[in-house]
């Protein structure tokens, strides 16, 4: 067998076959899947209810009942209790120490700030999720406009809504006539493939590195290279632990996958049966229910976008780009390994090496909101940061085939010369012990003759 | 006999560091060479040289006849100095994988691991991570993995660190085996007395140059300095009389049943010309030259190397 297979075929099965591999390959999807259904478990279960007190000492949002004496909203839309939130109303002030003491969870205190900005205190004992402030926010901004609108400026509200407009944009690219973008929600799918590559090319180069080190100070490298050329050894190495990443990667599109969808038809069979309890009978339907919500989901406007999406070109590209990247940075990762005598010495070589990364990572993170910026541009193409900022670049329709392709061959090429450059150092790195490296060092290495 | 290795002329360097000056020398086949030299010397360079993990910048290296080439690594076999094995891998798997890297098959590295698994009587090992054995369990585990594909060149860099007495004897043991059976062995070492057991020829470098080199008893005669060994009874000024410029009187040791003194004889004389001298005037117990031992020879010649360099 070729030797290279040899060290391919060790490095890769020493790895896959460790626990940790199997734990975190089965692991690393259902807890992924149990994090996200259990967000939404516990937000469909919440169901405490918070009493607010709103505080109006300026009678502007509330009304008094002349005979009993109750304050109730003046504008009787706004402030309807709901399954989360019931109102109580004061014109009167209620002191902090007041609220600590009452069976209130929330206080809003509405004074000449609230009606001539908007700005509002509330106070809290169980400070209210996103839902509830919402709630809370809109019907007080609603009162106040009424207020303002009537008492004000002594206009028919009636009319006044009707001179109100609000726009929504749809975005649609000239190229591409007929259906709405979604750019920045596409962008924000590139953004999760790109985080998944940093993620992959971090984990699986520390590896290279690792493994590299390992070799080094075990000293086994000298029986191996006497074997085998260390480049050889260098590229079986990378290799090896590549196809690891690869397998990891597959195993949880699939697991995901399967996860996933029973626990969409989980949901499904819970929303289906419109209350909380499941009838054995409901479970039959199951499949049907899943089949009808996907049915919905993909007519439903807000998220057709998630179906637009070229999915198999997506998966192709990150396939690519982080076998591309995975091969420029492993080699340098592998080349930091080579040059120092135990993990504790990279730190040096380590914080050059995953600047440009990092900072792909935070240029793509910027263009969900701008993708079409000149370094979102630039950055998609240029090798060392377009493997995880192009993973957003090509979610947007406006980038062309030609710059993915431009990407892509600029990337091959660092790479062969990024790999060439590391088999030097590491040849030379391997059987030094002992000696410091330093950039000096390293550049004369390159230059030697073996 | 024949030559199994010749290096003619090699030089290496590092950057501005020589590792090697023009350094010649010939292996014989089915012999032990001791490969001598203080630390930093050269001998890992001219070793990697010979293993081709490095190149020389200039000089040729034959095996057996033919410039070194890929192939002559599966006849070579090398324990390094700086040696181990990775420590999570299964020491059975191991020794397989290595073996298959020295081109044996799957099939043929399991029969001959077996043989020798079952020889060293370590085959409990077998599924053991190296973690879990000690050094020098480790060690032999090591050894088996250099001889395992047979090779005709056995490069050993201080085989017999790292194991007790035993063991060392047993290591030693298996070196002579395999010698005759026709195995060349090329001994790296600082533990001299190992190389006036094993050895049949030497090479020393020190600073990058061959400074020595020859077969054992040869050099052990270039370092003689005609130095006797004469054990007497009577004085040692009945002794001093006779010590003129033909004999010189370097030790003389006083002791109840017999005094023992060393001689040094001037060129033209020898020992039956001492001892017809001593006779008449003393009774002779016992005389010797002083041969120069190898630890005696690596001392001298390096220091004297390192005179003529300062």
Redesign the interface.
């Known amino acids: 067998m070729n030797k290279i297979l040899l060290i391919i075929k060790r490095e890769y099965l020493s790895r896959v076959k460790k626990k940790s591999f199997i734990i975190m390959t089965f692991l690393g999807p259902i807890l992924f899947a149990a994090l996200m259904f259990g967000a939404i478990a516990v937000t469909m279960n919440d169901n405490s209810v918070y009493q607010v007190l709103i505080v109006d000492p300026y009678e502007v949002i509330t009304q008094k009942d002349s005979t009993t004496g109750a304050v109730y909203p003046r504008f009787t839309n706004h402030f309807k209790d709901s399954e989360k939130v019931m109102y109580s109303f004061s014109r009167t002030a209620v002191p902090p120490e007041a609220f600590k003491e009452s069976q209130y969870e929330v206080m809003l205190e509405v004074d000449e700030a609230t009606i001539n900005d908007g700005k509002c205190n509330f106070f809290y004992k169980k400070f209210p999720g996103e839902f509830v402030q919402r709630k809370m926010g809109d019907d007080l901004e609603n009162s106040l406009e009424k207020h303002r609108v009537i008492d004000s400026l002594q206009l028919d509200y009636e009319k006044y809504k009707r001179a109100k407009v609000s726009v929504s944009f749809a975005d649609i690219n000239v190229d591409n006539l007929g259906q709405e973008d979604r750019t920045q929600e596409k962008a924000f799918i590139g953004f999760i493939f790109a985080i998944l590559i940093y993620m992959f090319i971090f984990m699986y180069g520390v590896q290279v590195m690792r493994g590299v080190i390992e070799e080094k100070t075990n000293r086994i490298v000298e029986v191996i290279v006497s074997s085998v050329k260390p480049f050889q050894l260098m590229m079986g190495k990378v290799i090896g632990i590549g196809l690891v990443g690869l397998t990891q990667f597959l195993m949880w599109v699939l697991l995901s996958f399967v996860v996933s969808s029973v626990g969409l038809s989980f949901f499904a069979s819970n929303i289906a049966s419109g209350a909380a309890v499941v009838e054995n009978a409901q479970v039959m339907q199951t499949g049907m229910d899943q089949a009808v919500m996907m049915n919905e989901l993909m007519n439903n406007q807000a998220i057709n976008w998630f179906f637009q999406i070229n999915w198999t070109l997506m998966i192709g590209l990150f396939l690519f780009y982080f076998i591309g990247g995975y091969f420029l940075y492993a080699s340098l990762f592998a080349a930091i390994g080579a040059a120092v005598d135990s993990e504790t010495d990279t730190q040096q070589f380590m914080a050059p090496v995953s600047l440009p990364l990092v900072f792909g990572y935070i240029i793509s993170a910027m263009m969900i909101d701008n993708p079409e910026s000149w370094a979102g541009n630039f950055f998609s193409v240029f090798p060392l940061t377009s493997p995880v900022v192009m993973m957003v670049k090509a979610t947007v329709s406006s980038t062309s085939v030609g710059m993915i392709v431009l990407s892509m061959v600029i990337l091959v090429i660092t790479f062969i010369a990024f790999i060439a450059l590391a088999g030097r150092i590491y040849r030379v790195g391997i059987l030094m012990y002992g000696k410091k490296a330093s950039y000096k060092e390293i550049w004369k290495w390159i230059k030697y003759n073996p | 006999m024949s030559e199994i290795l010749k290096i003619q002329g090699v030089s290496k360097s ?2 501005k560091h020589k590792a090697l000056s023009s350094v010649s020398l010939t292996v014989k086949s089915g012999s032990v060479y001791g490969l001598l030299g203080p630390n930093g010397a050269g001998k890992t360079s001219l070793i ?1 040289i010979i ?5 020389p ?1 200039e000089g040729s290296v034959l095996f057996k006849g033919e410039s070194l080439r890929p192939e002559h ?1 599966e006849h ?1 076999g ?1 324990l ?1 100095e ?8 299964k020491v059975g798997e191991q020794c397989i ?2 073996a ?3 081109g044996l098959s799957k099939q043929e590295a399991v029969k001959r691991l077996t043989y020798w698994f079952e020889r060293f009587d370590i085959m409990a090992w077998w599924n053991k991570t190296i973690e879990d054995l000690s050094k020098g369990m480790a060690q032999k585990v ?1 050894f088996i ?1 250099t001889i395992l594909h047979e090779p005709e060149l056995l490069i050993l860099d201080e085989p017999f660190s790292g194991f007790d007495p035993i063991n060392a004897k047993l290591i030693q043991e298996e070196m002579l085996r395999l010698k005759s059976k026709g195995a060349t062995i090329i001994l790296s070492t600082h533990d001299m007395g190992s190389v006036e057991e094993l050895c049949d020829d030497i090479g020393l470098i020190d600073k990058s140059h061959l400074i020595i080199s020859g077969p054992v008893a040869e050099v052990k005669a270039r370092f003689k300095e005609n130095l006797f060994e004469v054990a007497y009874k009577g004085t040692a000024m009945e002794l001093g009389i006779l010590m003129g410029h033909q004999f010189e009187l370097v030790q003389n040791d006083v002791a109840t049943e017999y005094n023992t003194a060393k001689i040094r004889i001037s060129p033209g004389h020898n020992l039956n010309h001492l001892l017809s001298a001593m006779m008449p005037q003393l009774e002779i117990v016992s005389a010797r030259e002083i041969i120069p031992n190898m630890n005696e020879i690596f001392i001298k010649a390096v220091t004297q190397n390192q005179l003529t360099h300062e």
């Open positions: 590092y950057g990697r293993n081709q993990i490095t190149a910048d690594i070579i090398y390094p700086e040696r181990g094995l990775y420590k999570k891998m994988y290595l298959q890297l020295k090591q993995t």
